[in-house]
């Protein structure tokens, strides 16, 4: 708890790095701002009591007090404009992510379908270096996919927009197909990916694709960050009224003093790098606002080069939901 409080804390007062997120210069950040702030009344409660011990008149009381507040409304001002301009910068940030997005995916599924058409009725003749080749292609459009679709989430989340059409659904269902369509990838990687979920009811009322989405983000990040030879284990329960997932595996772990960013937009830990492994630094973002929306939390534990484990919670399908069918 101190740690998490001191982390924070060197934080608000790193006023470099707000600038360097926010893409402001340092003086404009709203944390140096309000530190202008405290010294200007600080100061002005100083001079007020000078004045009120030296002088009699309260005319000139009257007249310090109001040249104070002209002062604090100015500064106040300022203030309040700054973070005006950085909210509307961040709006059309978002807004170009979004409207950019929309334009790069209609160009990336004809590519998706040209090659499908080719691969199904065109293949007679082609080498066996040409059709590695289409294949590479086919694996690039895909991740291209994946990253438009991330980013449009990302908008949807910043500009409030995300919507979830909710259904009831069996967890453990849907986790055994999350794990099963990863089974390939754990081969490939040589890792062991055993799921462990003795329910057969466990009950929820979400949106299957985007919690579709959040299994698939953690179960293939387990599977990266595990070395040859490793384990992954997934485990679900329920806990509290709550169906809970989670994911534990033997692999690179997180450094402690990049834990407190690992869920923020576009943050990849250093590990990720020196492994040379791919992603965006969206997954968890998308993942931790998608099950937030859908009333649950996520968080983790994690010992860099010894593993770590990801858990998130989903509340079960109470009797007044049951038999309502899709929900909004």
């Known amino acids: 708890m101190m740690l998490k409080l001191r982390q924070r804390l060197y934080d608000e007062l790193n006023l470099k790095k707000q600038a360097a997120d926010l893409g402001i210069s340092v003086w404009q950040t709203p944390s140096f701002l309000f530190i202008v702030m405290g010294v200007i009344i600080i100061s002005a409660m100083s001079g007020i009591y000078i004045v009120s011990t030296n002088y009699d008149s309260p005319e000139i009381v009257v007249i310090s007090e109001s040249l104070v507040v002209i002062l604090l409304l100015t500064v106040g001002n300022s203030i309040i404009r700054t973070v005006e301009e950085v909210a509307k910068s961040n709006k059309m940030k978002s807004e170009f992510v979004s409207i950019a997005s929309?334009?790069?995916?209609?160009?990336?599924?004809?590519?998706?379908?040209?090659?499908?058409?080719?691969?199904?009725?065109?293949?007679?003749?082609?080498?066996?270096?040409?059709?590695?080749?289409?294949?590479?292609?086919?694996?690039?459009?895909?991740?291209?996919?994946?990253?438009?679709?991330?980013?449009?989430?990302?908008?949807?989340?910043?500009?409030?927009?995300?919507?979830?059409?909710?259904?009831?659904?069996?967890?453990?269902?849907?986790?055994?197909?999350?794990?099963?369509?990863?089974?390939?990838?754990?081969?490939?990687?040589?890792?062991?990916?055993?799921?462990?979920?003795?329910?057969?009811?466990?009950?929820?009322?979400?949106?299957?694709?985007?919690?579709?989405?959040?299994?698939?983000?953690?179960?293939?990040?387990?599977?990266?960050y595990t070395d040859g030879k490793g384990k992954v284990e997934v485990i679900v329960e329920e806990a509290d009224g709550f169906a809970q997932f989670c994911i534990r595996d033997n692999g690179v772990g997180i450094p402690r003093n990049e834990q407190s960013s690992l869920c923020q937009k576009f943050f990849r830990s250093n590990n990720s790098i020196k492994n040379e492994t791919d992603g965006t630094g969206l997954g968890l973002y998308i993942a931790k606002n998608i099950v937030e929306q859908s009333g649950g939390k996520l968080w983790f534990k994690s010992i860099e080069n010894v593993g770590s484990e990801f858990y998130f919670s989903l509340p079960l399908m109470t009797d007044e939901k049951k038999g309502l069918g899709i929900l909004k």
């Open 102 to 224: 929309h334009q790069l995916k209609t160009p990336i599924s004809e590519m998706k379908w040209q090659i499908e058409l080719l691969l199904s009725k065109f293949t007679d003749g082609l080498s066996e270096k040409q059709l590695e080749i289409i294949s590479e292609v086919s694996h690039s459009g895909e991740k291209m996919g994946r990253l438009i679709n991330d980013l449009l989430d990302v908008a949807r989340i910043d500009q409030g927009q995300l919507a979830l059409i909710n259904e009831e659904m069996n967890f453990c269902t849907m986790v055994d197909s999350a794990v099963m369509a990863q089974q390939s990838l754990a081969k490939a990687s040589n890792v062991e990916l055993i799921v462990t979920c003795n329910l057969k009811k466990l009950e929820v009322v979400v949106d299957r694709r985007r919690i579709a989405v959040v299994l698939d983000n953690l179960i293939t990040n387990a599977i990266k």
